[in-house]
């Protein structure tokens, strides 16, 4: 879990600015791929609707996972979530 934490100027005792957990979205992408370039345009309206994540774009030749092989794929706090297309309002209400 990572939260989001502030140290004070005078003490350096660390406080809590949220608590609110941060989610991790990694989405798996391949070239050539037009299902893939919509979920990039996706995750950009995402991470601009919800800060409070943090999102990676990787190809899918990275990522160590052999039962991973379609793409777009949509990784959320290291589960997967979801292939190709997905309804951002879903995965929205998910990060609430």
């Known amino acids: 879990m990572i939260y989001v934490l502030k140290l004070t100027v005078k003490t350096g005792i660390p406080f809590y600015i949220s608590s609110k957990k941060l989610m991790d979205i990694v989405l798996?992408?391949?070239?050539?791929?037009?299902?893939?370039?919509?979920?990039?345009?996706?995750?950009?309206?995402i991470q601009n609707r919800k800060p409070?994540?943090?999102?990676?774009?990787?190809?899918?030749?990275?990522?160590?996972?052999?039962?991973?092989?379609?793409?777009?794929?949509?990784?959320?706090?290291?589960?997967l979530f979801a292939y190709g297309d997905i309804n951002k309002d879903k995965l929205i209400g998910k990060i609430n």
């Open 52 to 79: 409070n994540i943090n999102a990676e774009v990787r190809h899918i030749n990275s990522y160590n996972d052999d039962r991973i092989f379609i793409t777009p794929a949509w990784i959320v706090d290291g589960q």
């Open 28 to 45: 798996l992408i391949t070239n050539h791929c037009d299902a893939c370039t919509r979920a990039k345009e996706q995750l950009k309206t």
